[in-house]
């Protein structure tokens, strides 16, 4: 088994893409939660 410092620098790139793109999804859904929440209590009169 061979350590190879620099892939793991290499693969930063990828792993950053990673976890913006579960940002992204996540405030999708925070979003999402909002606009329910929103739209649900204009209408049941509140």
């Known amino acids: 088994m061979n350590f190879n410092p620099m892939a793991f620098v290499d693969n930063l790139k990828y792993m950053g893409v990673?976890?913006?793109?579960?940002?992204?999804?996540?405030?999708?859904?925070?979003?999402?939660?909002?606009?329910?929440?929103?739209l649900s209590n204009k209408k049941s009169g509140q």
């Open 18 to 38: 990673g976890m913006l793109g579960v940002f992204i999804i996540i405030g999708i859904i925070i979003g999402a939660t909002y606009a329910i929440s929103a």
